[in-house]
Nanobody
């Protein structure tokens, strides 16, 4: 299973922006569809953005138009540009292929807090 390291989170005011990154040393990175998932306190972990091996993207309705996922296969990196953030975006954000189960490997994630 591929292991990712997430970074880029922080505290931001409503309406602000953040750019998250995740990277892996997995040499076969480009064979995976990759998703950004998030988990708010007391809630389940949800997939919010997905990028396929071919560069196709899909987004949860709650973030569509505000978040943009991208990948750089040469750098084994997936980024998530988040704009117009609101309090509901506050969560721990993780990177993993879609369909990874709760008992599989999940990195430490990166915390995003939206607050004034």
């Amino acid at each position: 299973q591929v292991h990712f390291v997430e970074s880029g989170g922080g505290l931001v005011q409503p309406g602000g922006s953040l750019r998250l990154s995740c990277t892996t040393s997995e040499s076969r990175f480009n064979i995976y569809d990759i998703g950004w998932h998030r988990q708010a306190p007391g809630k389940q972990r949800d997939l919010v953005a997905l990028i396929t091996t071919g560069g196709g993207t899909d987004y949860a309705p709650s973030v569509k138009g505000r978040f943009t996922i991208s990948r750089d296969n040469a750098k084994n990196t997936v980024n998530l540009q988040m704009n117009n953030l609101n309090a509901e975006d506050t969560a721990l954000y993780y990177c993993n292929p879609p369909g990874v189960g709760p008992d599989d490997f999940w990195g430490q994630g990166t915390q995003v807090t939206v607050s004034s």
